[in-house]
């Protein structure tokens, strides 16, 4: 299985790396990292570059192709080529994925019209404008689209995507390899759990406030 | 406050990118990745590649520093430079920290002498022939170090640190921001919770078997 993940300057690292170290895993599974043209990428701190080995137009198939989110791809939602791209990658795809904000690229190119999905919780209700659902869990499966909510959601959908594919034992054994048996300091991962305050700040944060 | 990753060829991206992701968010706060020279490095996978922005000699202090494990760190358990380095930058630093068997390379530096600390859960014992005392935990303080179990942990660890220096509220604030309230789709993470027939294939896997 080959798994394409898309990067773009702009882009949150965790998105595209908590997914990739997960479908890297099994055996006989690999991932390579695609952008416009091959080279450094900028993540959207500025402080990270990582390498797209390919350019769009070296990939023109995929078993998973997976979108991270981020502030860089606001611009990019009316960037015809990577939407074409998007879309022509997706008509060879098992599996069509994005983590965060990249379910708003997904929704851009078309490929959300009419299903259910998720993102990061701030940005939920622009999936609307793309004809889809939002709906607000940690992913979501609708056909052969799964979404993940914000940044760290990836590790999860992609260890249930290994699990549909594989199966749960293969799932389990990648996630004791990465010791993903999470146990944070805090109880504050999603709007329902965090303090009203601290919603409040992040929001306002978003918002450019 | 200046964290620096240290990064080689051949270490495991989520170590150092989950943290990465934690320790860049808050105001003021920023990371820089550092490598035995600037250019780029190439994870264990082979599949992806990062920039180290500064070579080591262009660091010679930080608040933090964090070193990540991977299968590429075993050669470099004698490498007087890297280990010189650390040292070097041990003295400056705030908190000194490590993900999975990142904490074998503290070790080797003469950091865990006397500490307790932690490590993947396949690679705890031979912590104890540097002097350190293996437990098994998500994340364990000892002085101004803080080492962390594998891959995933360091997730963890690093909103530990946040909460440490700036108190419970702003790390909410980046657990939120990062949505990391982790559902993952099976409890296998741990060798205590993973079925013993997976246990004992990862450990095989592991030990070339």
């Known amino acids: ?103 708003l690229l997904l929704g851009a190119a078309g490929l959300l019209e009419g299903r259910r999905a998720t993102g990061h919780w701030l940005f939920l209700e622009p999936l609307r404008s793309y004809g889809a659902e939002p709906v607000s869990e940690r992913y979501v499966e609708d056909g052969k689209t799964i979404t993940a909510a914000g940044v760290s959601a990836g590790i999860d959908m992609a260890l249930y995507l290994l699990g549909r594919e594989l199966g749960p034992e293969a799932a389990q054994a990648v996630q004791l390899g990465i010791e993903y048996d999470p146990s944070p300091p805090f109880d504050a991962g999603s709007p329902a759990k965090a303090p009203q305050p601290i919603v409040d700040a992040v929001t306002a944060i978003a918002r450019g406030g």
Chains 1, 2 share one sequence.
């Open 1 to 103: 299985m080959k798994t394409a993940i898309l990067i773009y300057d702009g882009f949150t690292a965790l998105d595209a790396i908590g997914p990739y170290e997960v479908l890297r895993s099994p055996p006989g599974w690999e991932v390579e990292f695609v952008a416009g043209e091959r080279g450094e990428v900028r993540a959207d701190s500025g402080a990270l570059g990582l390498s797209a080995d390919r350019g769009l137009d070296e990939v023109t198939e995929a078993d998973v192709v997976l979108v991270p989110g981020g502030e860089g791809n606001r611009k990019l939602l009316d960037d015809e080529e990577i939407l074409s791209w998007l879309r022509a990658i997706d008509r060879t795809t098992t599996w069509t994925t994005s983590v965060c904000t990249g379910s």
